[in-house]
């Protein structure tokens, strides 16, 4: 069974967090996530990853949605809609930084952009839903087969599977968050239609012209 991480802010912020250990001048965070549409209209306007410095007294990188007019995806270092945010789909997010050097977001491997690192080591990793502006029902995301690592696609930090069950694997955690079963893909439902065609002669003599066969309706 999938299982993802469910972060409900509609009452409060609901985040967990990773205490790597020791302090990363380069970091690679992957992970997928998934909102409603419904959060996509309001919208929902909040943090769901962010990076801290080794005193957890900065936030040195951040993965968010910002309404400008239009929704974007935005970072420390980025801002865009190519890839735009989607609902009740499952998006891969990569977040890369490395200490005073570069800072980039990905979407769905789609670079979104890229600037300027800060001068900080990375420490701390929360995800979820935090400082959300307007908490209300649309507030809640999924998240998934979350790595950390040295390397692009890299989880020798730090890994929780889609096969997790419980969230014993993060250090803290805040408000309501929980495991949930996540969700399938929609099934899709063809059908095929059959038909005959007849043309009726002078004399007449019933004639088959055509067979028709139709997938339309799917």
């Not at 936030?59 to 420390?76: E, P």
């Amino acid at each position: 069974m999938s299982n993802a991480l469910q972060a409900d802010a509609s009452a409060a912020d609901a985040w967990v967090e990773f205490d790597i250990g020791s302090d990363q001048p380069l970091v690679w965070l992957t992970y997928e996530q998934r909102v409603t549409i419904a959060a996509l209209v309001v919208p929902l306007e909040g943090r769901f990853a962010q990076l801290w410095d080794p005193t957890h007294t900065s936030q040195i990188d951040f993965v968010s949605f910002v309404d400008s007019g239009g929704l974007n995806w935005q970072s420390d270092g980025a801002f865009g809609d190519t890839p735009p945010p989607a609902g009740n789909v499952w998006q891969t997010v990569e977040l890369l930084h490395e200490n005073g050097s570069t800072e980039s977001l990905y979407v769905n491997t789609v670079l979104i952009g890229s600037g300027t690192a800060s001068g900080d080591d990375t420490r701390f990793l929360t995800l979820g839903l935090r400082d959300v502006f307007t908490p209300d029902p649309t507030s809640v995301v999924l998240i998934r087969n979350v790595k950390l690592g040295t390397t692009r696609g890299g989880d020798d930090l730090f890994s929780w599977p889609d096969t997790e069950t419980d969230l014993s694997a993060w250090t803290s955690q805040s408000g309501d968050v929980s495991v949930v079963p996540a969700p399938a893909p929609p099934e899709v439902v063809y059908t095929r239609i059959y038909g005959i065609q007849i043309a009726l002669s002078d004399d007449g003599v019933e004639q088959v012209t055509a067979l028709i066969t139709s997938q339309d309706g799917f």
